[in-house]
């Protein structure tokens, strides 16, 4: 179980940095290919990448797993301390392990173990406030859409060797949910080797509940998935100094 934490782990923090990295490259031709007015301090795009640590309460065993959640949003600046994030999450896994089976699996496989992997399209609008010109916390409501769920089931055959094989179960599942995310977060500075200007990187923890359960007939199965959430933000904001370095 260590080993496997610590591979996401480091999965999610090569995420991170190819993010950050890329974001960088690209911050100037987005804004020339957008156009100013997406990437001032009024109103700017960002790239966002985050470990999804989910748990499905409710399903016997069930043990909390991990995943990747990655998009884009926009931020509208309200007034000093406000700012409004839609944003737009097109993967966004979903995943639980150690569950009971959900679907038959052939009688051939014995000592099997299940894993559930839902993914949803995540639609957040959350309201921004700053405490303090670093750090921030927000809220607001969130539409999910799933796109996939599959059960992957790993066992022995009878010459004792290893085999998965993954399943359809999205028709046991609720097409859409519904969440409210809470988060705080924190702006951190970067600088480069190759000038002395710097790069913010938002920093964020967030936490969401589902409202709805997930299941279709929860007189079978029911829960509602409960959602940890890490991850960074880098914004396309357009200032003379960055712009310069392109």
Do not use: C
């Not at 569950?99 to 609008?125: A, H, Y």
């Not at 998965?164 to 097409?175: L, M, T």
Request: glycine fraction near 6%; charged fraction near 20%.
């Amino acid at each position: 179980m260590m080993k496997f934490i610590i591979q996401k782990t480091a999965l999610i923090l090569l995420l991170m940095l190819s993010v950050i990295s890329f974001a960088r490259g690209q911050a100037a031709l987005i804004i020339l290919i957008l156009g100013d007015k997406v990437a001032t301090e009024e109103f700017h795009l960002s790239m966002d990448a985050a470990l999804n640590v989910s748990t499905y309460p409710g399903l016997n065993e069930s043990e909390r797993g991990f995943g990747i959640n990655f998009g884009l949003g926009t931020h509208l600046k309200l007034g000093e301390k406000w700012h409004l994030k839609p944003e737009f999450k097109p993967m966004s896994r979903k995943i639980a392990d150690d569950v009971n089976s959900l679907t038959t699996v052939p009688d051939e496989l014995t000592g099997e173990k299940n894993r559930i992997t839902l993914n949803f399209i995540d639609v957040p609008v959350l309201l921004q406030y700053n405490i303090t010109p670093r750090f921030f916390v927000s809220a607001g409501p969130q539409v999910s859409f799933l796109t996939k769920a599959h059960q992957i089931t790993t066992g022995s055959l009878a010459d004792e060797t290893d085999s998965s094989i993954k399943i359809d179960i999205e028709p046991q599942f609720n097409s859409v949910n519904f969440s409210f995310p809470v988060e705080a977060g924190y702006l951190i500075k970067l600088s480069t080797k190759r000038s002395a200007s710097t790069m913010d990187i938002n920093l964020f923890a967030r936490y969401e509940y589902d409202f709805k359960d997930v299941f279709k007939d929860n007189t079978v199965n029911s829960s509602k998935i409960s959602l940890f959430q890490i991850g960074a933000s880098v914004p396309f904001i357009k200032t003379d100094e960055s712009l310069n370095q392109y």
